[in-house]
């Protein structure tokens, strides 16, 4: 297959794909038609199953704490031509800035990665060995966490190959399939994965260091901490009452000449070759969107990424948080900035889906009614939104994802981030359902509530009301959390720096615990009764005590700010509680359990714990959110830690799940017009992290 320049394979496929149907005349076109179809796209259909099926299988890989699941997307084929259309676009827009997200992870990892796959696609010697299959374990993982640094932990993967055994696999290698990995780079690709001093996190918030230079993440090139930081507080106006996200869309750098400037992160800057790919596809998907309103903030984000002008990002998300009539809608840009030790930064996601109509009634009810939350919630006057606009929620049924949205995936999305567009816009909330349905039905039967629940009752109500209570904190949270409360005059937002995304997370949970067990969520017909909140109380104290830290290697601290969000609200209130027994541990046949036994005086400590987390975000104290994260979110009890790993690996569950997408095919007629969309559901984890590496591969090895 010739590739034109600058045409992607992808384009090639597809244009191919037209030309073939155009050439069928005869009474075979159908069936030629089928037979090309079947073999373009994610590359062959290799056991795709209809997901309608009643042995739909959930479980396709499972490889070290990882298990690979599959998701359905049910009522697809409900949509329209069009919308089939849209999403399709839309998915490979999707798709075409994965190499972004491990460029952005560490500056290694792309070659890293082209290493790892030229040696595994053209290896034939003997696969059953130890090593080799150490060798694909770890490559599997590379795929998984989008780059040498564990997804969640961020610690460095240590291969359980050796390097001499890695010499062999290089030496048995042709050289051409590195490409222009050679010499010193290939030397630092083996560094990279064998030295354990190189880049050993991603992402290290730990008090007192450099974070910049103790991080891996690819944010900052020459830079400390303390120059980053002053470099943006000189941007920030603290009386712009509309201010930009600053460095959201770069990367800083100082150069030969020690001045500190922005690489932008645009068509024609940094990353562009993916980005153009993106921008090309979202052209396309422009076309057909739901409405004219989505078709222009379409227009406005494609914008955005030709200039890299962080205001037409802001113009966008203003219009998109708007439009709340489009039955497909979409993520795509530089959003979360978890990946970033001093929170400027963000890392490229991309997720597309539609809306749930059924689901969504209970989310708009919630919705509907923010400002009666706002209105009563516990925590200062002055800090409550005294006109909440534009909170909106729907339930979704995700049908692609991308970024750092893929594997690993979110349940819920609360966007856009910017605090200003929050309170003059809005914001748009998103439980995604099938991703939920997924992980229930993954689940099933494993063992879990037997081993760390102690009371049958609280079994039986994790039975019964676990999967609600678990949907229904998602929404509270993402929904009216992150949408809750205001800053104070003069605050900017950025004040927590570090801390900030954990206070935020422990800010919108602990909003969604304290209403849960409100008698207004039964008034309003949102929840038949408070055992929902009964059963979600028990759950929430349980993994923010005890077993997220399944999670946790020994020895080591938490690092992820959902984590140490858990975990500071759990300590606290676990705490607080201690001397009325609220919530206490409890040991039984030499095992340790969490027990609630007070759930009223469990929701006042969520709402005190609230109030002053909005204190502290409202006012920007970083030296109270500081005391607060590194007192209750951080330390781990070895002796506890050590109990619950024995107790969870007992069970055989791997604590980490992600997902493989489904494969969209156009549909074309015979004059290569796209009339409709199939879609498939691939079992092969490794075919599609080989294909997505052979398809939507755009950036150079050095960035």
């Keep these: 297959m010739t590739l034109k320049a600058g045409q992607s394979r992808l384009e090639t496929k597809y244009n191919e794909l037209k030309i073939q149907t155009m050439k069928q005349k005869t009474g075979l076109a159908a069936a030629l038609l089928m037979t090309t179809l079947l073999t373009t796209g994610c590359g062959a259909d290799r056991n795709a199953k209809d997901a309608q099926a009643e042995n739909f299988q959930w479980h396709i890989d499972r490889f070290d704490d990882i298990n690979v699941l599959r998701y359905r997307v049910p009522d697809f084929d409900s949509l329209t031509p069009r919308q089939k259309q849209f999403i399709y676009y839309l998915g490979q827009a999707a798709l075409c800035g994965r190499d972004i997200l491990y460029d952005q992870n560490c500056k290694y990892n792309l070659p890293v990665r082209r290493t790892l796959e030229a040696i595994y696609t053209t290896y034939d010697g003997d696969k059953t060995t130890d090593q080799w299959l150490a060798f694909e374990k770890y490559l599997k993982k590379v795929w998984f966490a989008n780059g040498v640094h564990h997804h969640y932990s961020g610690d460095k993967f240590t291969p359980e190959f050796s390097a001499e055994y890695f010499d062999t696999l290089l030496a048995a290698t042709p050289a051409d399939k590195f490409g222009d990995i050679q010499g010193t780079l290939l030397d630092t690709v083996k560094a990279v994965i064998f030295d354990p001093t190189i880049y050993p996190k991603r992402v290290d918030q730990t008090a007192g260091v450099d974070m910049i230079a103790a991080s891996a993440c690819n944010y900052y090139n020459g830079v400390t901490q303390q120059e980053a930081e002053a470099f943006y507080t000189a941007l920030t106006d603290t009386t712009d009452r509309q201010p930009v996200s600053y460095g959201l869309n770069s990367q800083l750098v100082k150069g030969a000449d020690g001045k500190i400037v922005e690489r932008v992160?645009?068509?024609?800057?940094?990353?562009?070759?993916?980005?153009?790919?993106?921008?090309?596809?979202l052209e396309r998907a422009a076309a057909v969107a739901d409405t004219p309103e989505q078709e222009a903030y379409t227009r406005t984000l494609i914008d955005y990424y030709k200039t890299g002008d962080l205001k037409r990002f802001d113009d966008y998300n203003v219009a998109?948080?708007?439009?709340t009539k489009s039955t497909v809608d979409y993520v795509n840009g530089f959003i979360e900035n978890y990946g970033d030790p001093l929170g400027y930064k963000a890392s490229w996601e991309s997720t597309v889906n539609f809306k749930n109509l059924?689901?969504?009634?209970t989310t708009q009810i919630i919705s509907d009614n923010a400002q009666w939350f706002e209105d009563h919630s516990p925590i200062d006057p002055r800090y409550r939104k005294p006109q909440v606009k534009g909170v909106s929620a729907k339930v979704i049924t995700v049908a692609m994802l991308g970024g750092d949205c893929y594997p690993a995936t979110p349940i819920?999305?609360?966007l856009p981030n910017a605090d200003w567009i929050r309170r003059d816009h809005g914001s748009k909330s998103v439980t995604i359902a099938n991703?939920?349905?997924a992980y229930d039905a993954a689940a099933a039967g494993n063992g879990f509530a037997e081993e760390f629940i102690l009371r049958p009752e609280d079994r039986e109500l994790r039975a019964k009301w676990g999967t609600v209570g678990n949907n229904l904190h998602t929404d509270l949270h993402e929904c009216l959390g992150h949408a809750s409360g205001q800053l104070a005059e003069g605050v900017r937002g950025d004040e927590l720096k570090n801390y900030g995304s954990t206070l935020e997370e422990a800010r919108a949970d602990l909003f969604a615990l304290y209403y849960m067990n409100d008698p207004k969520l039964v008034e309003l017909g949102v929840i038949p009764t408070l055992d929902v909140a009964k059963a979600e109380y028990n759950n929430y104290m349980m993994n923010g005590l005890m077993t997220q830290l399944t999670r946790i290697e020994p020895g080591k601290n938490i690092e992820e700010a959902h984590m140490r969000n858990r975990a500071l609200i759990?300590?606290?209130v676990y705490e607080r509680g201690k001397a009325d027994r609220v919530v206490e541990f409890v040991t039984e046949a030499g095992k340790t359990y969490v027990v609630v036994n007070d759930y009223d005086k469990l929701r006042e400590l969520f709402g005190e714990l609230l109030r002053e987390i909005q204190r502290i975000k409202s006012e920007g104290d970083f030296k109270a959110g500081m005391e607060l994260v590194e007192r209750y979110g951080v330390k781990v009890d070895p002796t506890l830690h050590s109990e619950v790993l024995k107790r969870y690996a007992a069970l055989n569950i791997a604590p980490y799940s992600g997902f493989v997408n489904p494969r969209y095919v156009p549909?074309?007629?015979e004059a290569g017009a796209m009339t409709d969309v199939r879609i498939e559901y691939p079992t092969d984890y490794v075919d599609q992290m080989l294909t997505y590496s052979s398809e939507y591969s755009f950036l150079p090895n050095r960035n």
């Design 667 to 669: 549909v074309l007629d």
């Design 570 to 572: 759990a300590g606290w």
């Design 265 to 281: 992160w645009s068509a024609d800057g940094m990353y562009g070759p993916a980005i153009r790919e993106i921008v090309k596809w």
């Design 358 to 361: 059924e689901a969504t009634k």
């Design 435 to 437: 991703i939920t349905a």
């Design 412 to 414: 819920g999305i609360n």
């Design 320 to 323: 998109w948080v708007q439009d």
